[in-house]
């Protein structure tokens, strides 16, 4: 869509949008019942595992100046990549709904005008950020991102300024609350490169980018954990309405959903782009923008856990091929129409990651399927090199 070449600034602003997010705080909600300091263990460890991988990622789109569904072909062909770019498409459109029916929701609890009406303004905000353009945003960009700073630095003063609510409930195990930490980062996973493929150095960039993303994501987390122990509300819209933040308020939520949001909405588009090569991403990415805020008008989403779980349970073996495939065995299956040993070793990377939903590590289930499937994928294709050899 944009070829300008991005500078570090300008990525880590995308992430730090990113970043900010009222899904990240309802996810950090969820470790409550774990108490502070083990919740902030859980996050911390959740994000790093999480943000190495993202940082990976980026680097892999940032060197081939590829999008993130186009760097796929590299490990699965040109129809694995078009498989790929299809469920990622999906899952984007899925994001974007649920992303504004959030911001939506939590909006409605501010000002209460009906969530569907609040699911039309933030979906059209979002509109404008697609129709304005990633490299053109420039000073709206910065301006909203420097509100949101100061704005969260408020509502953690309100939140954190009287911790005499700390109580654990002990009935979150410390695995499930690492998998809850690194869910977040995941799911940007099969998206970094479409934003680190024009940076002007993608090395940098993408750790730019991981590391914005890293220490916004674990603040948001804390703040909903905090909100959660710390006063008698588990809705964040209500903390914000007894701290008499009002417009405030409104504002934290409204621009935090659409500057996270519209990067859901951008690379679907860009994915949409690897599927009909003719087609524009920009256009794309408004179909969906407007079928996310028809879904987020339309269905109920408050449970989301099933969706973060089949989200990882796709791409985290995709991207543990990759990073195989990529920085040890520097395997390129661009010309191949399907890499069929890399497909088969990422159907067992999927089995294996829904086998370890079950099991209780104390680092979670993603990160141990993909070590096993990245460990897996490097002996499949060593041994696969030897026969040909022979």
């Excluded at 809705?235 to 309405?241: C, E, F, G, K």
Aim: with cysteine; hydrophobic share 55%; glycine share 10%.
């Amino acid at each position: 869509m944009e070829n300008k070449k991005t500078g570090l600034y300008a990525n880590g602003l995308v992430w730090f949008g990113a970043g900010v997010s009222i899904a990240e705080i309802l996810t950090g909600m969820a470790l409550a019942p774990l108490g502070m300091e083990k919740g902030i263990y859980a996050i911390l460890l959740g994000h790093v595992i999480g943000c190495v991988l993202l940082f990976l990622a980026g680097v892999i789109g940032g060197k081939t100046g590829k999008s993130s569904m186009e760097t796929v072909k590299i490990s699965f062909g040109k129809y694995g990549s078009i498989f790929f770019a299809i469920l990622n498409v999906i899952q984007l459109v899925g994001w974007t709904g649920i992303m504004i029916y959030d911001g939506a929701l939590s909006a409605n609890g501010i000002k209460d005008i009906g969530v569907w009406i609040w699911c039309l303004v933030i979906g059209g905000l979002i509109l404008i950020w697609i129709l304005i353009g990633l490299t053109k945003l420039g000073i709206i960009n910065t301006i909203a991102m420097l509100a949101l700073f100061v704005l969260t630095i408020i509502l953690s003063v309100i939140i954190f300024k009287d911790n005499g609510r700390n109580i654990s409930a002990e009935d979150l195990s410390f695995g499930a609350a690492v998998e809850l930490s690194v869910a977040m980062p995941l799911s940007w996973l099969p998206l970094i490169s479409d934003y680190t493929r024009n940076a002007e150095k993608p090395v940098k960039a993408s750790a730019v980018s991981a590391l914005v993303y890293g220490l916004v994501s674990c603040w948001m987390y804390v703040i909903g954990m905090g909100a959660s122990l710390f006063t008698e509300e588990s809705d964040i819209a209500n903390v914000m309405v007894k701290a008499g933040l009002g417009i405030a308020g409104l504002l934290i939520i409204v621009f935090s959903t659409v500057t996270t949001t519209f990067l859901d909405a951008y690379s679907g588009g860009v994915s949409a782009g690897t599927i009909f090569s003719k087609l524009s991403e920009k256009w794309a990415a408004v179909a969906v923008a407007v079928i996310g805020t028809a879904g987020a008008i339309i269905f109920p989403m408050d449970d989301i856990t099933d969706f973060l779980y089949l989200i990882g349970s796709v791409f985290a073996p995709m991207i543990a091929i990759q990073i195989a495939d990529y920085f040890v065995m520097k395997k390129d299956s661009t010309v191949k129409a399907l890499d069929v040993v890399s497909f088969a070793v990422w159907i067992v990377g999927f089995i294996i990651y829904r086998i370890l939903m079950k099991v209780d590590m104390p680092v979670g289930n993603t990160f141990p399927c993909m070590i096993i499937t990245a460990v897996l994928e490097l002996i499949v294709i060593k041994t696969a090199l030897t026969i040909r050899k022979k």
